[in-house]
């Protein structure tokens, strides 16, 4: 319902926002300056409400000569001096708010340009445009021969797109701009490294010395996530959880030291031990001795063609009649990659038994060499390791996703 020039949409009010609506702001601004200054008070914050969210109106409250006109910011009480778009989008409202400084210190917004490159940006067709090349300039790049025209046509469009942007919102120093979205800084940077490239080919440099260059072209595949608002939520919700998963992975490392260094002192040299054949003379020198022991085909060989791994205590595999326990024997399993010999290699293979990556060859290996009393150190590492651990990292990140997408929530009315 329109009343004196302005409108009336449910709880909301929508104030066209005129000269007369930035000279109200800049009085407040100096008003607050002034009181600071007087009194001393600390500098009032300025609120921080996004630069996009979804407004819940019904749509036969919204007349149609009211989307993409300037408003008066809805829920903006501080210090700032900014306005806000109302656009549609399929079945939904959604409000977009801008600085009220000049962009580029050239359009005001009450300039044509401006209000035409906010009506641009916030028109659905606009990322529908946006997200049709993104995925033409795709399929492009996994051609085998990419065609090098095509890369001229996307860099213009991506061009055009982000001069729109700028346009509407400012570059850099005023609220809401441009690069004060972070990602808006992809954009930025792909079509950075796109005229780079142009520039040094144009300087007669080879397309073999620009492949470093190039390698940006992949990264406009991620400019999906910045204009798909389910993917976003996903990114910031990984984002979010850094900072918890900080605590998680600290505890995990300091698990995982704790368990490699029991490791170590229970199963040092252990996976070196292997079935060698009985020497059939005993009046022999040490050498000789060494050269048979030390011979793979000394050795017990399983169905795999590798040495068996034995033991001499209870519960352990036995040689069979005619071949010796024998331990420093060869290298470890492997390729010498399982054991823990060292504290280096014991955190190596733990890190492999917390991660259940073929777990259970280190598990029969062991098994071999001390017996069923392993199985203790086994169920300890796999339990609270690998489903306590791992799974703690997995609520964390659930729980970052949960507060995000109720973050996203509230900013709907």
């Known amino acids: 319902m329109e009343e004196g020039g302005t409108w009336s949409a449910g709880s909301l009010r929508l104030v066209p926002y005129t000269r007369e609506s930035l000279a109200r ?15 001393g008070f600390r500098r009032e914050r300025t609120t921080n409400l996004p630069e996009r969210e979804c407004v819940c109106i019904a749509p036969d409250l919204l007349p149609s000569k009211i989307f993409y006109t300037p408003l008066e910011d809805i829920g903006q009480f ?3 001096k900014t306005f806000c778009v109302i656009a549609k ?11 009220a400084e000049d962009s580029l210190y050239l359009f005001s917004p009450w300039s044509i340009v401006r209000r035409f490159a906010i009506r641009i940006s916030c028109h659905r067709y606009f990322e529908l445009v946006v997200m049709t090349t993104i995925l033409l300039n795709c399929v492009f790049l996994a051609l085998s021969q990419p065609i090098e025209e095509t890369e001229y046509v996307f860099l213009v469009i991506y061009t055009i797109e982000m001069i729109i942007k700028i346009i509407a919102k400012g ?4 609220k809401y701009s441009y690069l004060r979205n972070p990602w808006n800084w992809l954009d930025f940077i792909v079509v950075l490294a796109g005229y780079i490239t142009l520039c040094l080919q144009a300087f007669g440099m080879t397309i073999g010395n620009l492949s470093g260059l190039r390698t940006f072209r992949v990264l406009r595949a991620l400019k999906t996530v910045s204009i798909t608002p389910g993917l976003k939520t996903i990114v910031n919700a990984m984002l979010h ?12 490392v300091f698990c995982l030291m704790v368990f490699a260094l029991l490791a170590l002192q229970l199963y040092v040299g252990l996976l070196r031990h292997k079935c060698v054949l009985n ?9 000789a001795y060494a050269l048979h022991v030390h011979n793979r085909s000394s050795w017990l060989l399983d169905a795999d063609g590798q040495p068996s791994v034995c033991g001499n205590k209870t519960g352990s595999r036995r040689c069979p009649e005619g071949y010796a ?7 470890n399993p492997n390729f010498g990659y399982t054991n823990f010999d060292s504290y280096g290699w ?22 071999s060499t001390t017996g069923p009393t392993s199985v203790f150190f086994f169920m300890l590492v796999i339990f609270f390791g690998s489903f306590y651990l791992i799974n703690l990292t997995l609520a964390v990140v659930a729980i970052a996703y949960e507060e995000e997408a109720a973050t996203t929530l509230r900013t709907m009315y």
């Open 25 to 39: 702001q800049e009085n407040r601004c100096r008003s607050a300056e002034a009181r600071r200054e007087e009194h």
């Open 78 to 80: 501080g210090l700032d």
């Open 89 to 99: 989008r399929s079945s939904s409202y959604y409000l977009y708010r801008y600085s």
């Open 171 to 174: 570059f850099i120093l005023s």
């Open 241 to 252: 959880s850094l900072g918890m998963l900080a605590e998680v992975m600290t505890l995990t």
């Open 279 to 287: 020497f059939p003379r005993q009046n022999v020198s040490h050498r």
């Open 325 to 331: 326990c024998l331990p420093g024997i060869g290298e």
């Open 346 to 367: 014991a955190l190596l293979t733990t890190f492999q038994l917390i991660t259940l990556d073929f777990w259970e060859d280190v598990y029969n290996k062991i098994n």
